[in-house]
């Protein structure tokens, strides 16, 4: 999944680079497509070995919560965006962007932090929802990409607030606050929808 | 009942397990044995009726009832990329039990795998992964095993294991065992149920029946 990431980026870097001499006020947008996208993978996989090794019936009678699995799989999803983000911005940085400071390198870690919360709580809603369903590869993306959309916007805006070359704090601050309103919105749901996702 | 779609998968069956006793549900293919056991275990609810397991009422009491089953289905629902050992490990943990390493000894040690426990379950044979299986469910020390065609894929050696560890179980324990061995499910039950299209045709205590003489009797039940 980073290597999808690193690869993903130099996709962007050879379509672009050569074209646009400062790439750095796409970068925002760079960043979140390449992770929208990775996000997509790690969350169609992320009931691959229940699923493909048949364990999914041991873990579902075992004595635990529903909703102990689903923020499980949720904290796995965010770890992994992790990952692959810190490898990813560091890139973002190399590739795209001229002359930040490592401030604005640590506020985009805080719309990491704060991004990743809402796309893990929905991935792993949605791919719980999708684990019984046919087509499932299909139906995954084509439910978690528009769902997704608002973080990728916001997150995107919040990084080219900071890193594009304006440095726009207090607009910054306005798509931080959409990105924990939108985690806890989708927390919301999660909680009240989880007992149902794993149903038959 | 359940129901998928139009289809009546499990439909009018009343049935009531005491502790120690062992219950052989027997029946074509699509009767809705499997249907009864995955409902029995949590895994689907029913659309009517009610359903109880010691005590507990499902769904409602769905986890605490959990803690007190052990399904096998058709596949050991084992990790195939962590050895058995940390398969059942990880089933201690979810299941709570205490002594955890001691029990996942005792588990391995009475299925004949404590020689391979440190092999990841990708390199074992299917007997063997259903042996694991086996041990995962009497792990935790269940008070009523359901087990879906347990025999399948074991050999001649794994299924006098398997008799073993049931006759030894069934004193303490209720079990299900769904089979399409006739004889051995008169064998090893105290009592019988035979479904056909999702409806109990027959549910009484076995008695000193003989299994080659009982099948006679399945076989024009489910005709």
């Known amino acids: 999944m980073v290597l999808f990431a690193i690869l993903a980026m130099l996709i962007f870097q050879f379509a672009f680079g050569s074209r ?28 691959v070995p229940e699923r493909e090794q048949r364990v999914l019936d041991g873990i579902l009678t075992a004595p635990v919560p529903r909703l102990v699995l689903l923020v499980s799989k ?3 999803i965010y770890a992994y965006l992790l990952a692959v983000e810190i490898v990813a911005v560091p890139l973002l940085t190399l590739f795209f962007v001229r002359g930040q400071a490592p401030v604005d390198v640590a506020l985009v870690a805080v719309v990491c932090l704060l991004a990743n919360v809402g796309i893990a709580i929905l991935g792993s809603l949605l791919a719980c929802l999708a684990l019984f369903a046919r087509a499932r590869e299909l139906l995954l993306p084509v439910l978690f990409l528009p769902s997704m959309l608002p973080v990728v916007i916001a997150a995107a805006g919040a990084t080219h607030a900071v890193l594009g070359g304006t440095n726009d704090l207090a607009e910054y601050r306005g798509y931080c606050l959409f990105l924990a309103v939108y985690a806890v919105i989708f927390g919301l749901v999660a909680y009240a929808t989880y007992d149902h996702v794993f149903d038959d | 009942m359940k129901r998928f779609g139009e289809r009546r998968a499990v439909d009018r069956v009343d049935v009531c397990l005491d502790e120690g006793e062992c219950l052989a549900v027997l029946g074509p293919n699509g009767a809705g044995k499997s249907t009864l056991l995955r409902m029995l275990a949590t895994l689907l609810r029913p659309d009517a009726g009610e359903l109880s397991v010691c005590g507990r009422r499902l769904p409602d009491e769905a986890v605490r009832a959990r803690a007190l089953i052990g399904y096998l289905g058709h596949d050991p629902m084992v990790y195939l990329d962590l050895t058995a050992r940390q398969n059942l490990e990880l089933y201690a943990d979810l299941y709570g039990v205490p002594d955890a390493r001691e029990r996942v000894d005792d588990a391995l040690d009475r299925v004949g795998l404590l020689a391979r426990s440190f092999d990841l379950v990708r390199t074992f044979s299917r007997g063997m992964a259903q042996r694991l299986g086996l041990a995962r469910v009497l792990l935790h020390e269940p008070r009523l095993l359901l087990l879906d065609e347990p025999y399948a894929g074991l050999d001649a050696a794994g299924a006098h294991l398997l008799d073993a560890v049931l006759a030894d179980a069934s004193r303490a324990r209720g079990v299900v065992i769904v089979t399409h061995e006739v004889e051995r499910g008169v064998a090893l039950a105290g009592r019988l149920l035979v479904l056909r299209a999702g409806r109990a045709v027959l549910s009484e205590p076995t008695g000193p029946i003989d299994g080659a003489a009982f099948r006679t009797r399945y076989e024009e039940l489910v005709a």
């Open chain 1, 20 to 47: 646009l001499g400062d790439l750095t006020p796409f970068a925002g947008g760079i960043l979140w497509a390449t992770l929208a996208l990775t996000a997509v993978l790690g969350v169609g996989r992320s009931w």
């Open chain 1, 74 to 76: 949720a904290g796995a």
